[in-house]
């Protein structure tokens, strides 16, 4: 398995002088855009510091630090791109450097109107910030995008892939991930992306980073080990060969076997794949990385190893698999992906690949209320115990630990600055939260034309319908197949990505589109910003696609 694509942040220290990012809470909304729903919506308290004042140096330091403009990059593609991908990524002109320095002295500005006033008295001096320009704009929107093709192994089927994200948090809590996986069971050379089987995963962060920055860089990897634990078991009954797994890989297999007796059936093996990989994956940080500690027990370590199961992150992994034309997604949490379906008449339609897991969701209600019966306040003000959106996630071990363990680490814990190492009320029969995700597979068809994988941040802003509509318009401007003129469709953005950002961020609640209020949303500085918006990250896998897509 080669990880040939992965989105990188700088570490942050944690003490007493370093919290972690705090999402925005309350009720504070703009009149020109829906307002994100805060994850978790319980405020900690705060801490005996007594918050300063940044000066303005220090403030533009940390908001070029949010747009890419110091040495971290939000997402990065490999130096070393392999063999048969055409990575073509966006470099920042000395044009767009200036325009981004520009921005850090408008947000730093605007930061020090907003910084102290009232919810209602943020929101109407919002609205008499100053607007960005339309090249500042465009150098936030192009910061970050990606562009580049994967080339089949067998199947002949091309993909193209598009990336970008826009921060709101500082800094961003949301990542994006691509694996190429082993391909019909035959292990990819190193440096080598041919295949037929990719991995596609946005992971959406709350209560801080850290427990979406570890899904990003170990989901793929373990992904790939858990397709092979199923090989080499499937090998084993069907040949009887005796089969000797690594000590690292015992509790996967454990976890592949429980699987497989719970569900009385064969699975199928990307199902059962992502299925083991999600429940492993969240065990290594909120189990494995406690049981790691308490046998250490070097204070050092703390937040290394606890820090990722403090915080909390949605997931939603998306494997296409170009030689068996299908798509299986994995969802745990509100993000979602939507397949771009173009009908015979030409119209377009939206599909749902996957289903928002909050207390919106019947079915989430109904497995919450037979998992902890008699517990009224387990879904109370539509959020786990009153403060957690999602029902499913990842970390969050505060819905999770034993109630003894959490009373021994988390005032440690809380004083190092993690602010979210607090019981929750009600606390009887923990856990409350589980990362096992809902799986849908989708077998693909030629009227499939293209996936958009996206944090909740995306659909704050725009419908199912309104998302695909943006695209497919993106899609059909750029394809020679399609039949349109380009005289009468025409998209600015030669990424895919970028134009449904775009389209985003100028759409208000009626579904109006307008180029200021993607100018006011944007000069809005963190944390701020979180009130209007949230962190927006997007992944579109063109199907089949073209040489000038």
Known sequence: MTMLHQQIKPRRAFGSNALPSQQASGDATSAASKKPSSKDSQTPPQTSAGSTKRSLTFAIGGILALLGVTGYTLMRQPSNAPVGVAARSSTTPTSSQTALESV???????????????????????????????????????????????????????????????????????????????SSGTALVAGNSNSDRHMFGVFDGHAGYMCAEQLAARMGPMLDKSLEVIAHLAEKKNNGKKVEFAAGDKALVRTIRQIEREAGLAWDRIPLALTAAFINMDYELVNAALAEFRKEQQLMRMDELLGPAVSGSCGLVAVVDTEAKEVV????????????????????????????????????????????????????????????????????????????????????????????????????????????????????????????IASDGLYDQLSDAEVIATVSQWYEAHSTKSGASESTLTTEDTNAATHLIRAALSTDRLGHRSDTMIRRLLAIPPPHSRRFRDDISVTIVTLNAEENN
Not at 426 to 432: I, K
Request: proline share 5%; charged share 25%; net charge positive.
């Open 104 to 182: 850090a002295t408008k947000r730093s500005e605007a930061q020090q109107k907003l910084d102290g006033l009232s919810s209602q008295q943020r929101r109407e001096e919002a609205k008499r910030l100053g607007l960005l320009t339309e090249e500042e704009v465009n150098a936030i929107l192009h910061a970050n995008e990606k562009s580049w093709y994967l080339e089949p192994a067998a199947s002949g089927t091309r993909l193209r892939v598009d990336t970008n994200q826009v921060s709101s948090n500082e800094p961003i809590e949301d990542y994006l991930a691509w694996t190429a996986l082993r």
């Open 329 to 452: 997604v994995a969802n745990t949490g509100d993000s979602r992906a939507l397949l771009g379906v173009r009908l015979k008449n030409g119209t377009w339609k939206a599909v749902r690949l996957s289903q928002d897991q909050t207390a919106d969701n019947s079915n989430e209600l109904a497995r919450m209320a037979r998992e902890h019966p008699n517990e009224s306040s387990v879904i109370h003000r539509g959020r786990v115990l009153g403060g957690l959106m999602p029902t499913r996630a990842f970390g969050d071990c505060r819905y999770k630990w034993p109630l003894e363990v959490q009373q021994d680490l988390f005032p440690t814990l809380y004083s190092r600055g993690h602010r979210y190492a607090t019981t929750p009320p009600n606390y009887v029969t923990p856990p409350y939260v589980t990362a096992r995700p809902v799986i849908v597979k989708h077998k693909l068809s030629d009227n499939d034309k293209f996936v958009v």
